[in-house]
């Protein structure tokens, strides 16, 4: 344990701001795919898909701008947008004749639409690494409680909780999130009193696109984007929603804090296992409480 | 009803044996070859070109197929050189059933390709065993020369130690003691650390490893890694990464401020192809090695081979995996000249001790293990106002026998 | 007196493939012969994978856990170990139906998305095991050129091997089927309710079929290594699961040999379209797509609605 005589409060500090930055796109990526699991009753595999067209939209966007930093903030705008048309075209024509299957089909479906959209990424991007350059506001670092912290990840854990604060002002005051919450309860009642309930999904299933593309817009300045970047998050995304309760975006948000905070707490402790941490983290917690930490819808 | 049909399958089940046996004399016929090749020399590529990786598997062939262009206008042994790929989706199973299409269906001369270091090793002892040579241009794992090493194989990449050896080598004369070890937790990952640090540890024995980090390959998030490495403080860090993993380090260090605050040395981190994507923002003063760059040597010779390629595909530059391709396909053609016939036990013979000149200089395939001989660049990375990336400055070059382990290691690695 | 048990057309056609499949070597080149073995060893594995799924309507998500186990049991036996090749092929799949049983024991008091989230977990930290475990299992490199008896390092005998080892799975499996055990299994995914009230023990039952869809899983992953003589980490990635479970669904996850049809088609997909395009994952995914619309019990589904069955079929929807 010569690790643990290394572990400094400051380092314990910036590992817990890290990891709950990284929780934050985690959260943003999950929640969506949370929200469709929650209404459309949906496992969407190729949400990850999604995730991965965000970025690259958002490449696209910050180089058509050049070295105009607008660019990027144009791009958190806009590649969400993007992906939520994506979404929706993919919603009308194909999903919403689907609602009634299995869901085994529906994880077929998806799995099928994940391979025809990362082919179709390929075609449209190509196949080599992309970067995204995060505005020069946002380079460097800055100190929060006397430790340093890269200013990209202390952005992130602003814009997280704000995502989380939009999530629960459309869920909990709207008129839309209030039907689209009772259409995951109940979706004939609400198709009883009247309500299209296929528009509803339609709509709900754009937001879980545009959390998906706000997520991969987000993520795109911190790492290179490739071909395969839409594997790992689609993985860690379902063990997310899954410790969370399927279909509560609030679990979604714990799943995604103790995923990120797990993960670069391990680091410190046992960096040569933090592979197993997640994994670990879904054992424990499913074991414990078989259907998740907070209520399912399911 | 009953009767008629156990006629049926009976008389197919006799005919299917009949068949079989009358099939059976012909079914390996000995595959004769005229001493002057009247047919063209068939060169079956598996490589990546769909996934995370699949730039490499491009350039490559571009590479390759350029090569091409220049040697089938005279010809080698009275014939042409062709080729067929085939793709992997970088998964080592895929590799290795394409592999054994190529073989047995295309009945290719040679095969060659893969950027991924289970496909090759799973390729090489197909190889092995069906007699066929397979040449490995972008893969870097030192078994495929080294411990899995034997008379099928070669290697014209520059593999994980002897890259090691040249980054220790330019490190030793660095004021630095101190150090950390961090990378991507696989195979190459690993083999380029250890043989850095051995060699590091007996060129300068007072330097000591202060800790290591590893992180699992695709990892999308290196934040934590790096801060974690940093508020240790070492004077320098190694890192072991690959692929796309070599832009995220390059990323999250000029991003986090790291780069400015700790020095740090990857192989290939002053690679074009690594550095493109970050555009200006790369980080400046990043020690890298490398084994090919299309500005560097500044001979007649590389701006020849830069120019051709820049008209053959639209301006873009060659990179490290162009020019590997590039030279595995110059190889082949000088070894079937001086074997003079097309067989694959004279191929082998021909190759082992061959040089050619390439874009870099004179390079030799090693007899003893059937590794490349060529040099390895060390250099820092720097912004220079006429290019829109970094590229590397201050480059000194390993000479390529400096960097090889011994020919007796290598022997009693494989007698293991 | 089969009839009793399989009806005479079926078996017409099953004796005619087989008559064909045991000349085929002699006549097709040797590498199709070498496809056809891949599709053997798919097969198994995905039918393996169908009786829990398909006839259990267990959410199974990480059945490559078990094919990988099988396939490592009988690489690391032969190469580290030292065993005799015959031990470590009985072994082998033993050790996977072991996996099956501690994998299947935890997971077995979760139900559908859930249960198979928790299986992938699972199933991941053994193949964690094995990516870091590098000394023992050779990490990502995997093991190549794994030593067989001499008759077996040729294709035929490599074919001929897997093909009587399919034909005793595929006889086994349709046992277990229509045994009294595989009745109660199929009870159970109708309405695990009603058999619960009238006294049957579901998840007893329930871990039974994982226990031996692991068995033949890992004997899937015993043909993998007759066959290619090489064991990766991939084939204990949660992805290659999943490539799986579509196997299943694409060729019909309410038919016996449904599964078979589904592999068949997804190997000879990769092996021939990716030929002639970098894009055959985008035909896959169409074609799965418009099956998905037009023949929602996949390909097997079809035909046997088309050919109605004389007496329904226990599997049959």
New interface residues.
């Given amino acids: 344990m010569e690790f643990l005589q290394q572990i400094t409060f400051d380092a314990f500090l910036s590992q817990l701001l890290v990891g709950l930055s990284r929780a934050m796109i985690l959260f943003i990526v999950s929640a969506g795919l949370s929200f469709i699991l929650g209404v459309l009753r949906v496992p969407n595999v190729a949400h990850g898909s999604l995730y991965m067209i965000g970025a690259f939209a958002a490449y696209s966007i910050t180089n058509a701008f050049g070295s105009n930093p607008a660019g990027f903030w144009v791009a958190l705008v806009v590649a969400p947008l993007i992906v939520a048309l994506v979404g929706l075209v993919f919603e009308r024509v194909l999903l919403s004749h689907l609602y009634q299957r299995e869901h085994l089909m529906l994880i077929l479906f998806t799995f099928a639409t994940m391979l025809i959209l990362n082919d179709l990424v390929k075609m449209v991007w190509g196949a080599e690494y992309r970067s995204v350059n995060a505005p020069a506001v946002l380079a460097g670092s800055v100190d929060v409680f006397g430790v340093s912290v890269p200013r990209y990840n202390a952005f992130l854990l602003v814009i997280g909780p704000l995502v989380a604060l939009g999530m629960w002002l459309f869920t909990a005051k709207t008129k839309i999130g209030k039907i689209a919450r009772a259409a995951a309860v109940d979706r004939e009642m609400v198709g009883v009193l009247g309500i299209n309930v296929s528009w509803i999904f339609a709509i709900a299933f754009m937001i879980g696109c545009v959390l998906a593309g706000l997520g991969g817009a987000l993520v795109a300045p911190t790492l290179s984007l490739t071909l395969g970047m839409d594997h790992t998050i689609i993985i860690e995304a379902f063990l997310i929603v899954t410790i969370g309760g399927l279909g509560n975006i609030w679990g979604a948000l714990i799943g995604a804090l103790l995923f990120g905070v797990t993960q670069s707490l391990g680091l410190l402790v046992l960096p040569q296992f933090a592979v197993v941490f997640p994994y670990a983290a879904v054992v424990i917690v499913l074991l414990l409480r078989p259907t998740g930490l907070l209520k399912s819808v399911w | 009803m009953r009767r008629t049909l156990f006629v049926l399958i009976a008389a197919l089940v006799v005919s299917v044996m009949l068949i079989g046996c009358a099939a059976q004399p012909t079914a390996a016929p000995a595959p004769t070859v005229a001493p002057q090749a009247a047919r063209a020399i068939k060169v079956g590529i598996v490589d990546t070109y769909s996934g995370p990786p699949a730039a490499y598997g491009n350039d490559a062939l571009n590479g390759f197929k350029l090569a091409l262009a220049e040697i089938n206008k005279e010809g080698v042994l009275g014939a042409k050189i062709e080729f067929v790929t085939r793709d992997d989706k970088f998964a080592p199973d895929t590799g290795l059933s394409m592999a054994k299409e190529l073989v047995l269906q295309e009945k290719v001369d040679i095969l060659a390709g893969t950027v991924n270091s289970a496909a090759s090793l799973a390729i090489s002892a197909y190889a092995l065993e069906n007699k066929v040579p397979f040449i490995v241009w972008t893969a870097k794992s030192d078994k495929v020369t080294g411990e899995k090493g034997h008379r099928y194989a070669f290697m014209t990449s520059e593999n994980a130690v002897m890259a090691g050896f040249a980054g220790a080598q330019a490190l030793a004369k660095k004021p630095y003691t101190k150090f950390w070890i961090a990378g991507e937790d696989y195979e190459y990952g690993h083999s380029i650390a250890d043989a850095t640090w051995n060699s590091l540890k007996k060129i300068k024995p007072e330097v000591q490893l202060m800790g290591q980090t590893w992180w699992k390959t695709g990892e999308p998030d290196l934040v934590p890694y790096l801060t974690q490495v940093s508020s240790a403080k070492p004077d320098m860090v190694i890192f072991a990464t690959g692929g796309s993993g070599m832009t995220n380090v390059l990323k999250v260090a000029k991003s986090t401020g790291f780069s400015d605050k700790i020095p740090m040395w990857i192989h290939t981190a002053i690679d074009y192809g690594v550095l493109k994507p970050l555009g200006a923002n790369g980080p400046e003063g990043v020690f890298g090695t490398m084994d090919y760059f299309f500005y560097y040597p500044d001979t007649p010779a590389n701006k020849a081979f830069v120019k051709a390629y820049q008209d053959a595909y639209n301006n873009a530059y060659p990179s490290f995996a162009s020019f590997h391709a590039y030279t595995t396909a110059k190889l082949i053609a000088a070894a079937y000249k001086k074997a003079g016939a097309l067989d694959k036990e004279k191929f082998i013979d021909a190759m082992e001790g061959l040089q050619i000149d390439t874009p870099v200089g004179q390079v030799e395939m090693r007899a003893c293990d059937h590794q490349l001989v060529l040099p390895i660049f060390f250099g820092v990375t720097k912004k220079e106002a006429q290019n829109e990336f970094l590229t590397a400055t201050d480059i000194i070059a390993v000479a390529g026998k400096d960097v090889m382990p011994a020919c007796a290691d290598i022997q009693k690695l494989r007698g293991k | 007196m089969f009839t009793d048990i399989i009806e005479?057309r079926w078996l017409?056609v099953a004796?005619?493939v087989l008559?064909?499949l045991?000349?085929a070597?002699?006549?097709a080149?040797?590498?199709y012969t070498?496809v056809l073995t891949?599709i053997f060893v798919t097969a198994i594995l995905a039918m393996s994978l169908n009786l829990v799924?398909g006839y259990g309507g267990i959410?199974q998500f990480h059945h490559a856990a078990f094919y990988g186990v099988g396939a490592y049991a009988a690489a690391l036996g032969i190469t580290k170990m030292g065993m005799p090749v015959w031990l470590a092929f009985i072994l082998a799949p033993l050790i996977a139906a072991f996996a099956g049983l501690v994998i299947g024991w935890?997971c077995i008091?979760?139900?559908?998305?859930?249960f198979g989230?928790?299986q992938?977990?699972?199933g991941?930290?053994i193949w964690?095991i094995v990516?870091?475990w590098?000394a023992f299992t050779s990490?990502?490199?995997?093991i190549?050129?794994i030593p067989l008896p001499a008759p077996l390092?040729t294709?035929n005998g490599a074919y001929f091997l897997n093909l009587a080892i399919a034909l005793g799975c595929l006889v086994a499996m349709y046992f277990v089927i229509r045994s009294p055990f595989g009745a109660t299994l199929q009870a159970i995914r109708d309405n695990a309710a009603r058999c619960e009230a009238v006294g049957i023990n579901v998840r007893n039952h329930q871990l039974a079929a994982i226990v031996i869809a692991a068995f033949f899983g890992g004997i899937a992953g015993v043909m993998f290594v007759v066959l290619?003589?090489?064991v990766?980490?991939?084939?204990l990635f949660?992805?290659f699961s999943?490539d799986v479970?579509?196997m299943c669904?694409?060729g019909g996850?309410f038919t016996f040999a449904g599964p078979m049809v589904g592999a068949a088609l997804v190997i000879l997909l990769?092996?021939f379209a990716?030929?002639y395009t970098?894009?055959w994952?985008?035909l896959?995914?169409?074609i799965?797509?418009l099956l998905?619309?037009f023949l929602?019990e996949g390909i097997m589904g079809f035909v046997s609605a088309r050919f109605k069955p004389r007496e329904p079929d226990g599997g049959a929807a």
């Fill in positions: 005479t017409v004796l005619g008559a064909s045991l000349g070597p002699f006549i080149p040797e590498f070498y891949l799924l959410y935890f008091r979760l139900t559908r998305l859930y989230m928790l992938i977990s699972l991941s930290l964690v990516l870091r590098s990490g990502d490199d995997g190549h050129g390092e294709i290619e003589r090489s990766f980490p991939g084939m949660w992805s999943l479970f579509v669904l694409l996850w990769r092996t990716s030929r970098e894009y994952t985008l896959l995914g169409v799965l797509i998905i619309f929602p």
